[in-house]
């Protein structure tokens, strides 16, 4: 059906459980949203999800990931930014 509307759903369902302590639940449906919004082309979306993958990693004591995440998610921003702006 439609792709971009199951990459909203999970990632919105990444975030509750995230909120909720289910950090593995949580990293499953930010990693599928994620792998939607990048097949989607869906350059916001894919920054939304690595940025939560970013915070369920820190919630777990996963610093180096976390990291990881925020720089992949930082990039896509500014790749997003770039291309809005022309530069």
């Known amino acids: 059906g439609y792709p971009a509307q199951a990459g909203i759903a ?19 449906a930010l990693e599928d949203a994620l792998r939607i919004a990048v097949r989607t082309g869906d350059r916001a979306a894919e920054a939304s999800a690595l940025s939560e993958l970013a915070a369920v990693a820190g919630s777990r004591g996963e610093t180096a990931t976390a990291t990881q995440r ?14 809005r702006t022309g530069d």
Do not use: P
């Not at 919105?12 to 949580?26: F, K, T, V």
């Open 70 to 83: 925020r720089r992949e998610a930082a990039n896509v921003t500014a790749q997003l930014v770039s291309s």
């Open 10 to 28: 999970r990632a919105g369902q990444g975030r509750c459980l995230h909120r909720l302590g289910r950090w593995s639940e949580a990293q499953d």
